[in-house]
DNA sequence: CGTACGTTCCAGAGAATGTTGGAATGATGG
DNA sequence: CCATCATTCCAACATTCTCTGGAACGTACG
């Protein structure tokens, strides 16, 4: 009788080590997130990322190899995009941990974002049932590129920069809700500050769009 | 305004990669798996990877800096365990990414594991209902020393070697549920195997014991 | 059909990681 | 207080990873 399967069992293990080492470098990490925004070409991930295109198109490569991303060629470009909603999850998986565990991320998370989240975040539920029901008006804060990649239906694009200039489009007695690109994205946070500051009912979703599209929530994508 | 914060944003993905690199090696991944079933000393959890004790002591500590085990003195030895239920968690996403993503595990993965997965499982919900009414047999078919470190409350320790000449411990008109170490370790597919072939009703838990612990479920654990 | 563009392949330098053996540290027990 | 045991620290080497620049490839467009 075969108690044990040390082989097979260590295989896997390797396998496991594939993937973590995929998210093993801080640039790979930066460029899944940005990834995990929508479809992106290499030198637009390069430049987002601060990177050469050939340093990118290697990060990718090995991120695709791991199975993290999928890439589809678009004309002369190549689009890269998450291979699938786990890939969120892996990540918030790592965040968890990272944020519990390493005593450096405490002090940056808590000074640069946690400290803000007293502006009481709207949870995937709550703002399905607000949408639902029509009573809230929801604003993508992202650019203009990455809300047209992909959003949450029914919501509105103002890039954070044009907020101050377009408040006129937002009605002025109907709660507001705002979201981005993520729990590490300072985005909403920002456009809610804003809108309080001019007297608005506020709030921002608690994470951001990935998180959204992972939870299986609807989205409105771009055709293939 | 600030409307980026990319530094910060930076420093944050670079703490993603310090856990995601610790998983990086396959070494690592079977070490975390061990001190998953709970407490071990330095040189028993090199002797169950295979390495010496240097490598492992230098492999354990590199877990610790990431934040995903810790370690505690008890008299010459030092203990390690997880640091926290996320990383159950945290190793789950990995293997679900990594069961879908890479090739080669899929195979590895078919052939030893789920081919076998006819043995339908049974949910952590399903037995706590059935704990809780007394109308199963819990059997642990892990070796005895991982038994004692922790177990499921109510379970009986039946190491798989031993099942053979210990059925008669059994009663022949209850159902019974056997578990072990998690999703990646064939004991209870084996005793399964054994008891059905004795005639009796037997079935496996869905994952292991780790699972079990991390989904908040009561455990007996050894007094610190 | 040739040119332009985006991406990937390739080779090399520099840095980081993994493994090993020996020495040092901490704690226990006579 | 010395001897012993488990673990950690340290130094060295082989291996792997990361980034850069140039060349090659594939696709679209004039």
């Known amino acids: 009788m075969a108690v044990s399967s040390a082989s097979p069992k260590r295989a896997v293990f390797v396998q496991f080590a594939v993937v973590a080492q995929a998210l093993a ?11 995990a925004q929508g479809e992106r070409s290499v030198d637009e991930l390069a430049r987002l990322a601060g990177l050469t295109v050939t340093n990118a198109s290697q990060h990718l490569q090995l991120l695709r190899r791991a199975g993290l991303v999928v890439a589809r060629r678009a004309g002369k470009q ?6 699938d909603r786990d890939v969120v999850d892996l990540l918030m998986a790592v965040r968890r941990t990272a944020e519990r565990g390493v005593a450096e991320i405490d002090k940056i998370v808590q000074s640069y974002f946690h400290a803000r989240d007293s502006l009481e975040p709207v949870s995937h539920e709550e703002l399905a049932d607000r949408l639902r029901d029509g009573v809230v008006t929801l604003i993508d804060v992202r650019p203009g590129e990455e ?3 992909g959003h949450i239906p029914g ?20 709660a507001i809700v705002a979201y981005c690109r993520g ?22 979703l608690a994470d951001g769009y990935p998180q959204w599209w992972a939870a299986g929530r609807p989205v409105v994508e771009v055709a293939a």
Chains 1, 2 share one sequence.
């Open 25 to 35: 470098n801080g640039h790979r990490v930066e460029l899944i997130e940005h990834v």
């Open 78 to 83: 190549v689009l890269y995009r998450l291979a």
């Open 147 to 149: 809300f047209a990649a």
């Open 155 to 174: 919501a509105v694009n103002i890039p954070l920069d044009e907020l101050p200039r377009r408040l006129g489009e937002l009605p002025a007695d109907r």
């Open 183 to 204: 729990p590490y994205c300072v985005f909403a946070f920002e456009a809610v500050a804003t809108l309080r500051a001019k007297g608005y009912e506020a709030r921002r």
